[in-house]
Every structure is written in structure tokens, then in C-alpha cells.
């Protein structure tokens, strides 16, 4: 398979968006920080919202905050910011009514557009600029003058320009500093749900508690266990980020080295990975978002039930009161 292309500041030399309204739908962590961005970086920045707390702070930085509805309908891009599950809601009443002929609907999420619970008008651009971090993250690094890596992907390229749009916003939040990688909407999706599913929140949780729990019900107390399945891990994860995987090894003891490439593969066998490409499948197949959406439209009771119980797990209780002591040696 070919490499992914990378942009960076020289690619960019188009000015399409400069001039034109950008509607911040959702002035959340993302929304926030993509705003400051690109209102530092030169553009007119608008911001849609409800009137509760995230309308307050979106004035208090110098915003103008309109209804979505009247954002939408001012703005030349419409930036769909806020969380997946309400954005077909808000899209389909205050949006799709505003939307027509050089219009730009822009995601830092593909869900909406691969299963199509949004389906834009044929004569609107469709891109998406999915910065490879959090908010506060993204704004931090553009302040400090460089950026965040970022996905752009085109779905829909009414103007002809849409690509040229969407690196052009991508340079603006100072991800070229840093790399774009060109993407489809489809590819971010599935690889970020899996990502999630799999490995980063779903499959690490997993870990961590049944290596917390092998240890505990063998008699070790759960402090110990603790420090040594979870407080640990960031130090770990911090190396592998560094500098990748033999970089990680290289920096460990001679025992952790051995022990960790022998044993590892006894817990991470083929019958994982087979696992993980059944939840690849779900994933690509809409499985996993329709049982999403139907949780979410019964008023997420499976969601609610797994959240209640897993809070009460013994790591979380001991985790709190070590994460305590931290606290008091840092004050």
C-alpha cells in the first residue's frame, strides 16, 4: 500500500476561506479551540449555539453567538462540532433549511457522513479536517507556534475547490507545521471507532482490569496492584509515544524486556486479534452504529447501566485514594 501523502505550509497557497463566515456549531473543547485558531490565523469567526454556559464563554472571548439556525445561514462554512449523536437532530432542523450553492459543511468526525445519518445536498462541499488531538491540545500547540498533525477527507466536491478548502482551513489551525494526511471520511471513521473500541479506551480499560483483578483475587494487596498495572502504564505509554515501540523496549530493564516480549503474546494471541477484526466488521458494517443510535434514542439505559457498574470497581475506588497522595506531594 502506497504511503499517505503529507501537506505541509508550502503546499498551501489558496485563499479561498479568507473573506468568508465560519459558523462554529458547538463551542465545545474542539469548537473552542478551532475558533481561536482560526480567528488568530485571519478568519471570520462566528459562533451557533444554544443560550447555556458554552454561549456565555463563546462572548466572553470576544465571539459573536447567534442561533444555529441564523449561524448557519450567515456562514459560508458550518463547521458540525458538536457531539455525534445530536448532530443529525440539530442538522436536520436548524441546518439542512440554510443550506444551498457555495455552501461548506465541515466535520472533525466522519460518523455522521460514512453512515449517513447526515446526507447534504448535492450542491454543497462536504470536508473534514479531523485534527490527531484533543481541543485544549490543538490550541496549546498553535500558540506555542507550531500545530497538530490532521486528517483532511473530501466527500462531496460541489465548487471544485473543496480539497484546496480544506487544507487551507487545516493550515489555519497550523496543522501543515506539524503534517496532513489525506484521508476519506470512511477510513477516519472506521479507524477511529476501532482505535477507540479496541485498543485506546476499550481494550487498555480491559487490560488494566483484568491484570488488576489476577493480582487481587491471588491475594496481593490492590494498592500494590494498582501501581503496577495502571499508575505505571503512563510511564510506558509515554516512552512508546516518544520514540515507538523498540524505543519503549530500550528504555526498560533487561527483566521487563524479556518478560514482556515472552509473555505478551500469551495474552495478545491470534484469538484477540481475531476478535478485533470481528469488531472491525461491526464496525464497517453499521452494526455498532445502529446499536448505538438505538441506546442513544432510548435514553442510553445500556450505556447508563455499564457506566453505574463499572464505577464501583474496586480500581476506581483504590485508584482514588492513591491519585490523593499524588495530589498532597504536589501541593
Given at each position: 500500500?502506497?504511503?499517505?501523502?503529507?501537506?505541509?505550509?508550502?503546499?498551501?497557497?489558496?485563499?479561498?476561506?479568507?473573506?468568508?463566515?465560519?459558523?462554529?456549531?458547538?463551542?465545545?473543547?474542539?469548537?473552542?479551540?478551532?475558533?481561536?485558531?482560526?480567528?488568530?490565523?485571519?478568519?471570520?469567526?462566528?459562533?451557533?449555539?444554544?443560550?447555556?454556559?458554552?454561549?456565555v464563554r463563546a462572548r466572553e472571548d470576544g465571539f459573536e453567538v447567534y442561533s444555529i439556525a441564523e449561524?448557519?445561514?450567515?456562514?459560508?462554512?458550518?463547521?458540525?462540532?458538536?457531539?455525534?449523536?445530536?448532530?443529525?437532530?440539530?442538522?436536520?432542523?436548524?441546518?439542512?433549511?440554510?443550506?444551498?450553492?457555495?455552501?461548506?459543511?465541515?466535520?472533525?468526525?466522519?460518523?455522521n457522513i460514512t453512515y449517513k445519518f447526515i446526507v447534504p445536498p448535492k450542491e454543497v462541499d462536504v470536508?473534514?479536517?479531523?485534527?490527531?488531538?484533543?481541543?485544549?491540545?490543538?490550541?496549546?500547540?498553535?500558540?506555542?507556534?507550531?500545530?497538530?498533525?490532521?486528517?483532511?477527507?473530501?466527500?462531496?466536491?460541489?465548487?471544485?475547490?473543496?480539497?484546496?478548502?480544506?487544507?487551507?482551513?487545516?493550515?489555519?489551525?497550523?496543522?501543515?507545521?506539524?503534517?496532513?494526511?489525506?484521508?476519506?471520511?470512511?477510513?477516519?471513521?472506521?479507524?477511529?471507532?476501532?482505535?477507540?473500541?479496541?485498543?485506546?479506551?476499550?481494550?487498555?480499560?480491559?487490560?488494566?482490569?483484568?491484570?488488576?483483578?489476577?493480582?487481587?483475587?491471588?491475594?496481593?494487596?490492590?494498592?500494590?496492584?494498582?501501581?503496577?498495572?495502571?499508575?505505571?502504564?503512563?510511564?510506558?505509554?509515554?516512552?512508546?509515544?516518544?520514540?515507538?515501540?523498540?524505543?519503549?523496549?530500550?528504555?526498560?530493564?533487561?527483566?521487563?524486556?524479556?518478560?514482556?516480549?515472552?509473555?505478551?503474546?500469551?495474552?495478545?494471541?491470534?484469538?484477540?486479534?481475531?476478535?478485533?477484526?470481528?469488531?472491525?466488521?461491526?464496525?464497517?458494517?453499521?452494526?455498532?452504529?445502529?446499536?448505538?443510535?438505538?441506546?442513544?434514542?432510548?435514553?442510553?439505559?445500556?450505556?447508563?447501566?455499564?457506566?453505574?457498574?463499572?464505577?464501583?470497581?474496586?480500581?476506581?475506588?483504590?485508584?482514588a485514594r492513591i491519585r490523593k497522595l499524588f495530589e498532597l506531594e504536589n501541593k
Amino acid at each position: 500500500m502506497a504511503e499517505m501523502k503529507i501537506y505541509h505550509d508550502e503546499d498551501v497557497n489558496t485563499d479561498y476561506a479568507k473573506g468568508k463566515v465560519i459558523a462554529i456549531i458547538g463551542y465545545g473543547i474542539q469548537g473552542t479551540a478551532q475558533a481561536k485558531c482560526w480567528r488568530t490565523s485571519g478568519y471570520k469567526v462566528i459562533v451557533g449555539s444554544r443560550e447555556d454556559p458554552s454561549a456565555v464563554r463563546a462572548r466572553e472571548d470576544g465571539f459573536e453567538v447567534y442561533s444555529i439556525a441564523e449561524a448557519a445561514k450567515k456562514a459560508d462554512v458550518i463547521c458540525m462540532l458538536i457531539p455525534d449523536m445530536t448532530m443529525k437532530k440539530i442538522y436536520e432542523e436548524q441546518i439542512k433549511p440554510t443550506m444551498g450553492n457555495g455552501k461548506t459543511l465541515y466535520f472533525s468526525h466522519g460518523l455522521n457522513i460514512t453512515y449517513k445519518f447526515i446526507v447534504p445536498p448535492k450542491e454543497v462541499d462536504v470536508i473534514m479536517v479531523a485534527p490527531k488531538g484533543p481541543g485544549k491540545k490543538v490550541l496549546e500547540t498553535y500558540q506555542e507556534g507550531f500545530g497538530t498533525p490532521a486528517l483532511i477527507a473530501i466527500a462531496q466536491n460541489a465548487s471544485g475547490r473543496a480539497k484546496e478548502v480544506a487544507l487551507e482551513l487545516a493550515k489555519g489551525l497550523h496543522a501543515t507545521k506539524a503534517g496532513v494526511f489525506e484521508s476519506t471520511f470512511d477510513q477516519e471513521t472506521y479507524t477511529d471507532l476501532f482505535g477507540e473500541q479496541a485498543v485506546l479506551c476499550g481494550g487498555s480499560v480491559e487490560l488494566v482490569k483484568a491484570g488488576f483483578e489476577t493480582l487481587v483475587e491471588d491475594g496481593f494487596p490492590p494498592e500494590m496492584a494498582y501501581f503496577e498495572v495502571l499508575h505505571e502504564l503512563k510511564l510506558i505509554v509515554d516512552l512508546v509515544q516518544q520514540g515507538g515501540l523498540e524505543f519503549m523496549w530500550d528504555r526498560v530493564s533487561e527483566t521487563a524486556r524479556y518478560g514482556g516480549r515472552t509473555r505478551g503474546k500469551r495474552i495478545i494471541d491470534a484469538s484477540t486479534k481475531q476478535r478485533m477484526k470481528e469488531i472491525l466488521k461491526e464496525i464497517k458494517d453499521g452494526t455498532f452504529a445502529r446499536e448505538w443510535v438505538d441506546d442513544y434514542n432510548a435514553g442510553m439505559p445500556k450505556f447508563r447501566e455499564m457506566k453505574e457498574n463499572e464505577s464501583k470497581h474496586q480500581i476506581e475506588v483504590v485508584g482514588a485514594r492513591i491519585r490523593k497522595l499524588f495530589e498532597l506531594e504536589n501541593k
